[in-house]
Antibody, heavy 114, light 106 residues
């Protein structure tokens, strides 16, 4: 059974860091492009980042470029999003997803607040 | 970067109605457009890929059309479970981008 399970969300102070994880089962991450998407409270969907299937290329949205890093551990079949220099504007539910197969995680909430 | 716009921002319709949502890209994106449905508290769901390809398991009342800069999502006979926010997304070039969404109320 295919599952994407996110973890690592929580409350963090402005300027702080957080690492989100997305553990995949039922399929192999390294065979697909994997994305992060977020939704801030009361706002629409925002594309955050992608790591290409071969792991060689990573791309980011303008609002997170230079602060967020997407990576994966193929031995653990897990995707990560390292988030640094967090601001209030990063408060959102974060989803990992496989766009080729339309597999989504359940979302993990990140709250940036002092 | 490619900017996406959608209209209308919201609509209210009745069961059985046919509704259209339009999406426009700031530059040509060929047919590299997807449509997503998002309900509160749930993960988004892909409906349409490559502008007009219907995802497996998605009801046939959903259809997509368009190419270049102008696209349309159509729901032929609106059902109560179609109440949601709908987003277009361009996947022609990075950074990918979503439209602002269209909230459909029934």
């Amino acid at each position: 059974q295919v599952q994407l399970v996110e973890s690592g969300g929580g409350v963090v102070q402005p300027g702080g860091s957080l690492r989100l994880s997305c553990s995949a089962s039922g399929f192999t991450l390294r065979n697909y492009d994997m994305h992060w998407v977020r939704q801030a409270p009361g706002k629409g969907l925002e594309w955050v980042a992608v790591i290409r299937y071969d792991g060689s290329n990573k791309f980011y949205g303008d609002s997170v470029k230079g602060r967020f890093t997407v990576s994966r551990d193929t031995s653990k079949n897990t995707l990560y999003l390292q988030m640094n220099s967090l601001t209030n504007e990063d408060t959102a539910v974060y989803y990992c997803f496989n766009d080729y197969e339309d597999y989504w995680g359940q979302g993990t909430l990140v709250i940036v607040s002092s | 970067d490619i900017q996406m716009t959608q209209s209308p921002s919201s609509l209210s319709a009745s069961v059985g109605d046919r509704v259209f949502i339009t999406c426009r890209a700031s530059q040509g994106i060929r047919n590299h457009l997807s449509w997503f449905q998002h309900k509160p508290g749930k993960a988004p769901k892909s409906l349409i890929y490559a502008a007009s390809g219907l995802r497996s398991g998605v009801p046939s009342r959903f259809s997509g059309s368009g190419s270049g800069t102008d696209f349309t999502l159509s729901i032929s006979s609106l059902q109560p479970e179609d109440s949601a926010t709908y987003y277009c997304q361009q996947n022609d070039s990075y950074p990918l981008s979503f439209g602002p969404g269209t909230k459909v109320a029934i």
